[in-house]
């Protein structure tokens, strides 16, 4: 067996650029995760889940549904990093969705990529 094996891949260890709550999609590089523990600030370590199907913060406004098996997008919504999705390209594709999610939802079942495409 190989013996060059870091960890893994399932979950990216870093720090937290702000404050973060548990259950955040949070943005790294390219990267992103849903975070497995809240941080109370900058410099504070955070893990964060990579791929997987999670439950999410969805952008309500006018056009953002998500339809099941398309692409989902991710748009800043504040600090640290914090991600919110949407069914509208803008931005990068970061997973598909698991369930529709019509106009007006404010959460998503998104299958997360491990990193932007």
Known sequence: MATNLVQ???VLE???TGAVTKGWLIKRGDIRGIALNSATGA???LRL????VWTVDKIAAASTSLAVGGKVYARATGSAGRQKVLGVA???VIGTAW???VTGAT????KLHSFAI
């Open 14 to 16: 870093t720090v937290a």
């Open 90 to 92: 803008t931005g990068v």
């Open 107 to 110: 959460t998503a079942k998104v």
């Open 8 to 10: 893994n891949g399932d």
């Open 49 to 52: 889940a990579i791929g997987g």
């Open 43 to 45: 410099g504070a370590a």
């Open 99 to 101: 369930e529709a999610a």
